[in-house]
C-alpha cells in the first residue's frame, strides 16, 4: 500500500459493483490506516488474503512484482500489475506462461494508455516518420527503487511500440545518475525497420513537470499534452495565400476524466466478460525489453565514463539528504 497502492484501494472501494476485502502491506500501521480510510480489512501479510479473493492489484516495489503476482496467479486470482510488469523478461515470460495455463486476465498498469489524449490520436496516425517525447518531473522520494528509464521512460516505450507496427532495428542511449545511485535522466534513440525514428527524453530532476509527444507524420503532426489531456493536428489545408498552403490546426481537449479510475474499470470488466486487456502480459513485457535495453546501453556508456575519470561519483551525501 505505497504512494499508488492507496489510490487503487481508494477506487476499488468507490465500485458499487465491487467488494473491496482488503488491503495488505507489511507495515501494519499503514495497512490499517488505509483499510480505515476504505472500510475494509487490514492485512500484514498478503498471503492471508488469496483465499478472499477474485481479483487484486499488485502494486508493490517492483523488485516482489514476480513472487506476489505468481501468488495470485497459483490461487486463481486474475491480476492488474502495476508497471513494469516484473523486473526480468524471464520474469515476464513466466507469469504470462502460468496465467495462460489457468486462463487468468493479467494486465499491466500502463496507464498512459487510458489517457483520454492517447486514445483519441489514435485514429488521427497513419505512418509515423519521426516521434519526440518528453517526460520529465520534480523530484520525489517514490519510484527511487528503480532508475528513471523502469520508472518513467517505460511508458513512452509502451505507447510508442503500441503505434510503430515494426520491429526496433538499433537503440542509441545517454543517461546519468544525478542526485540518486541510479540514472535520474536519460535519452534513447529508437530506430525502426519502417524508417520511423523515436527520440524519448526523461528526467525525474528537473523544476517543473511536462508530458508530452510529438508525432511527425506525411501530411500532418500532432501534439499531445498527457497532462492536459490535449491533442492538437496541424495539416496544410487546399486554399493558399500567396501561393502557400494555409495550415489547420485543431485542438481535441477531452474533459479531466480519472485515468486510475478508467484503468481499474476496466480492468474489473475483463475480469467480468474474461476479456483479453488492451495491456496484457505481453504488451508489458515488449515495453520492459526495450526498457531493459536501453537500461543496459546506459550502465555501459556510464561504466566507460566512470573508468575514464578513474571511479564512480560519491553519491552517500546526496542520498542522505
Do not use: W
Amino acid at each position: 500500500m505505497g504512494y499508488l497502492g492507496r489510490f487503487h484501494a481508494q477506487k476499488y472501494a468507490a465500485m458499487k459493483d465491487v467488494d473491496l476485502a482488503g488491503v495488505a502491506d507489511v507495515d501494519s500501521r499503514r495497512a490499517g490506516e488505509i483499510a480505515r480510510e476504505c472500510g475494509t480489512t487490514p492485512f500484514t501479510d498478503y498471503r492471508a488474503l488469496l483465499d478472499r479473493i477474485d481479483a487484486a492489484s499488485v502494486v508493490v516495489p517492483t523488485v516482489h512484482h514476480h513472487e506476489v503476482a505468481l501468488a495470485c496467479i497459483e490461487r486463481g486470482i486474475d491480476i492488474l500489475v502495476e508497471k513494469p510488469i516484473t523486473t526480468t523478461v524471464a520474469e515476464a515470460d513466466d507469469l504470462i506462461a502460468r496465467a495462460a495455463a489457468k486462463d487468468l486476465i493479467l494486465q499491466v498498469g500502463h496507464l498512459e494508455r487510458f489517457n483520454p489524449a492517447v486514445l483519441a490520436m489514435q485514429p488521427l496516425l497513419h505512418h509515423p516518420l519521426f516521434i519526440e517525447a518528453h517526460r520529465i518531473s520534480v523530484f520525489k522520494n517514490r519510484g527511487t527503487d528503480v532508475d528513471v528509464i523502469l520508472d518513467l521512460m517505460i511508458h513512452d516505450i509502451d505507447i510508442i511500440l503500441s503505434i510503430i507496427d515494426a520491429p526496433i532495428e538499433t537503440i542509441h542511449t545517454a543517461g546519468a545518475p544525478v542526485i540518486t545511485p541510479l540514472t535520474d535522466i536519460a535519452n534513447a534513440r529508437l530506430i525502426f525497420a519502417n524508417g520511423c525514428t523515436a527520440n524519448v527524453t526523461v528526467s525525474r530532476i528537473s523544476m517543473d513537470n511536462m508530458r508530452r509527444m510529438r508525432i511527425f507524420q506525411p501530411g500532418r503532426y500532432l501534439s499531445v499534452d498527457f497532462s492536459k489531456k490535449e491533442v492538437m493536428s496541424i495539416t496544410l489545408k487546399e486554399g493558399a495565400q500567396n501561393g502557400q498552403p494555409l495550415p489547420e490546426i485543431r485542438k481535441h481537449g477531452f474533459a479531466d476524466q480519472d485515468i486510475l479510475e478508467l484503468e481499474l474499470t476496466d480492468f474489473i470488466a475483463n475480469v467480468r466478460r474474461r476479456a483479453t486487456p488492451m495491456v496484457g502480459g505481453q504488451e508489458g513485457r515488449r515495453a520492459l525489453k526495450v526498457a531493459l535495453e536501453v537500461v543496459q546501453q546506459v550502465n555501459e556508456n556510464r561504466a566507460r565514463v566512470e573508468k575514464l575519470l578513474g571511479g564512480s561519483p560519491d553519491f552517500a551525501g546526496l542520498h542522505h539528504h
